[in-house]
């Protein structure tokens, strides 16, 4: 009798703790290993920038040294949050916790993800079941979930916020919000929401970016609201594909502003602007610049999921773009992992 196959173990990449640190206060991510290397790389920038007497930049050294201990600690912190909410909370929308169920789906998203796993499926067939935003910078829309669902995972959402469980911040640059594998959201609309509908949409769209591959995510809801985080500074994911919903609620402002890759110079000159449309989703590639403009008014939540593909991500880490050196980590980690899916030809992806 054979014996199962262990689960796969998911890694980070070491740069995690050293790269990309974001400087809210400056607009700016930068790469952090010394004093003396933060003043040889960035003192002319952060001077240009406001950060001008010794206490402005002793205060930012002590914020970055603050956040590297930070994301040293966020795996076992993390799992110990999750424990904790699983053990002692208790939703006010018990049915979001359910298997992902189709009536919970747009139709147009429904049929756009039944079409790209249909025999002879093409890019061209599933372009008609679609909005193009920007054919040049590869970026869609659709629908994605019904006004019902949305608004159920809301409710939800705002339980938990106002409940006294702790909480983790959805990302460096977002302070309010939700990571849902903490919320225990994971594995019953996410997961299956990857593989069942979102795998066989992007590998037609996105063939080149692993989108046939894909095979760990990072998902988490953030939240605009007066008084609290209003924009979005200019950046580029942790992930080979992403897709941005907006779950509600009322708001003005917030649009999106689309870059270039973040490899290619004037990425900002002539940004293109995409407005929000409640439960409707923009598909767009990780390294793809883009922010998001001031809040005008009401309150803006929008579910962010980063999908990874590890046949990629393994040869090259996108946010400190070397080969990765893996640390072992909690759940998909940053996506990489240690061995090779057996049956991906990484020549043709990379």
Known sequence: MGTAAAPRRFCRCACFCSENLYLARYGLHVRFRSEQQLRQDYGPILRSRGCVSPKDFQQLLGELEQEVERRRRLGQESAARRALIASSYHPVRPDVYNSLKDVALAPEFLAAAEYSASPGADLEGLLQRLETVSEEKRIYRLPVFTAWFCQAL?????????SDM?????NTMNNYGVLLHELGLDEPLVTPLRERFLQPLMA??????????????????VKYAPGQDRELGCHYDNAELTLNVALGKAFTGGTLYFGDLFQAPSTLAKPLEVEHVVAQGILHRGGQLHGARPLGTGERWNLVVWLRASAVRNHLCPMCCRKPDLVDD????????????????VCALT
């Open 330 to 345: 909690e759940g998909f980690g940053d996506g990489f992992t240690r061995e090779e899916p057996p049956t991906v030809d």
């Open 154 to 162: 809301l409710e939800e959402l705002e339980h938990f916020e106002q």
């Open 166 to 170: 702790p909480k983790g911040r959805p």
């Open 204 to 221: 037609l769209l996105y063939p080149d970016c692993g989108g046939g591959w894909l095979d760990s995510h990072r998902a988490f809801v």
